[in-house]
């Protein structure tokens, strides 16, 4: 349920939020962040794999104070019709009541939506899963990859903590084979992209916004790239609008950024 | 119907350097856009874009429904990108279903890059946006005539909103994706700015592209983008002649 808000309370919200506003993008153009970070630092992020061993493949992401649970399953299907030499990649995300006053229960809004489809065009797009190898019988049989993104905690920027938690867990997915009476094995992996978010507060592009970022941004843009750096997939966000100069800028630590997490955070 | 393969089997580019539809890398398709076509909406425009036809009807500022959606300092906008069954080769279930509900988002948020939605606390501007035919570039068409029909709903705003996508076949940068090149191409990238101030209110991006590759087809979008709204102006400037001489003719009776 939604709490219910008076005029005279919800204006006062307004004013409350129109200071944190103001308050945000005057250390920005200062050249700081709220929390200390550099305009191009991610928060400290903790990938803990095979979180759920009865899942095919799982990770949860702690991202600063967001944690989502990325789980994978992987199960036989039919093809879609005009790829039947084609497994299938499916993405579904959950924004948990738990993870936020905000979130309420109730079938996907329009946010879980695009979080969905933003990671979901970020996996796909790289080409990252070999979907080709997972035909089981031509135009009949092929394994369906369900990659469903849990939000437990919601501290800001769900976008590139489901990414590198569906990235993290598909990384060790095994497919289940010996259910058909063949041999499990590892999902076949071509490549690893990895999602960069940006919000803009004021005139600056800040890279893995925190909630009280998120909140007072202007804009966001997602941009994924893959090992060799080149992008694979990119989102404009919320009301407001970007320079091509914020974009390229983006674009630049977007690939270095990712190359950073590749390394450091899943090893690769 | 073509027959399905993969990227590699079907070339999307001739050895003249011309796509299968006959245009440069850098054509845009036919485009015509009609304003103010329907009765009862408050604004109203048509765009034919190549194979594309799109409708949209804009509705308000009106009282927000329900109430909880009012937001007390601004309008909302409320866009609703619709495909009908019969758009595309297999028909489409109606209904709003995981895509439509994304374009819907992102169009909206790139009408009120430009909308003065400050001036209509309380109330909601509904954009309908009906895809009666599609050819690939539907999002970027419908968002083009959504802004041609909030002017035509006399809401104030700061710019049109135009838009163009461009994309990579075979290897090469090219404006304006059709279906065949869509499906088989390697890339794409809806693209929408606000023509004044250059600002880029819409962008999505699938495929791969190299940053110098992504740097050519942001520029082809750009300067697209400027074409097209000469058209919506053109397009506008009819409409508004038509009722001058509407008018005329009344008086000399």
């Given at each position: ?56 493949g ?6 600063g104070?967001?944690?989502v649970?990325?789980g ?24 948990l009541p ?22 979901d065009?970020?996996?796909?797009e ?6 080709d ?15 469903d ?24 997915a ?34 893995d ?60 | ?10 070339k ?20 015509r ?17 190549g194979?594309?036809?799109?409708l949209?009807?804009v ?13 007390p ?21 109606p ?6 509900v994304?374009?819907?988002k ?20 509904d ?18 005539a ?51 101030t ?19 087809a ?33 008086r000399?009776e």
């Amino acid at each position: 349920m939604k709490r219910k808000v008076s005029a005279v309370s919800k204006s006062a919200d307004e004013i409350v939020y129109g200071l944190k506003r103001e308050y945000l993008e005057k250390i920005c153009a200062e050249g700081s962040r709220i929390d200390g970070r550099k305009f191009d630092e991610i928060r400290t992020a903790v990938v803990n794999t095979n979180f759920v061993p009865r899942a095919e493949g799982s990770a949860e992401v702690r991202l600063g104070d967001t944690r989502v649970l990325v789980g994978i399953k992987i199960e036989q299907g039919e093809p879609f019709p005009d790829t039947p030499n084609s497994g299938i990649l499916t993405t579904n995300a959950e924004l948990l009541p738990m993870a936020s006053p905000t979130f309420e229960s109730g079938p996907p809004g329009e946010d879980a939506i695009e979080l969905a489809r933003v990671v979901d065009r970020g996996i796909r797009e790289s080409k990252m899963i070999d979907l080709d190898k997972l035909v089981i019988k031509e135009g009949e049989k092929v394994w369906v990859v369900f990659i469903d993104m849990h939000i437990l905690d919601y501290d800001g920027n769900l976008i590139d903590a489901c990414s590198l938690g569906a990235v993290a867990a598909l990384l060790e997915a095994k497919v289940p084979a010996s259910k058909i009476g063949a041999e499990d094995f590892q999902l076949p992996i071509n490549h690893i992209p990895i999602n960069v978010t940006f919000a803009k507060i004021g005139n600056t592009l800040l890279a893995d916004p925190n909630l009280e970022e998120e909140e007072v941004a202007s804009a966001r843009l997602s941009v994924a790239t893959n090992e060799n750096g080149d992008v694979v997939a990119m989102q404009k966000g919320l009301g407001g609008s970007i320079t091509k100069e914020e974009l390229f800028s983006a674009v630049d630590t977007s690939i270095k950024v990712g190359k950073d997490i590749r390394k450091r955070v899943l090893g690769k | 119907m073509i027959e399905l393969g993969t990227q590699s089997d079907i070339k999307l580019i001739n050895e003249d350097g011309l796509r299968i539809d006959g245009r440069k890398f850098n054509e845009l398709r036919p485009i015509r856009i009609e304003v103010g076509v329907l009765n009862r909406a408050d604004g109203s425009a048509y765009i034919e874009w190549g194979g594309n036809k799109v409708l949209v009807a804009v509705y308000g500022p009106r009282e927000a429904f329900p109430k909880h959606t009012q937001n007390p300092s601004r309008a909302i906008i409320n866009a609703r990108y619709n495909m009908a069954a019969f758009s595309v080769d297999e028909r489409k279930r109606p209904g709003p279903d995981r895509r439509a509900v994304e374009i819907s988002k992102v169009i909206g948020e790139a009408l009120e890059c430009a909308v003065f939605t400050e001036q209509f606390p309380r109330t909601s501007i509904d954009v309908y946006i009906e895809v009666l035919q599609a050819d690939a570039g539907t999002r970027i068409a419908g968002l083009t005539a959504a802004s041609v029909a909030l002017v035509d709903a006399g809401i104030p705003m700061k710019d049109l909103v135009v838009g163009c996508a461009s994309g990579k076949i075979d290897g090469k940068v090219v404006l304006d994706l059709n279906k065949e090149e869509d499906n088989f191409g390697q890339a794409d990238l809806p693209m929408a700015i606000i023509p004044r101030t250059q600002e880029i209110v819409l962008l999505q991006m699938d495929g791969n592209m190299t940053r110098d590759e992504l740097e050519e087809a942001v520029e082809l979008s750009k300067k697209a983008a400027m074409y097209i709204s000469d058209l919506q102006k053109e397009a506008l400037l009819a409409k508004y002649k038509a009722s001058e001489s509407e008018k005329e003719g009344e008086r000399s009776e």
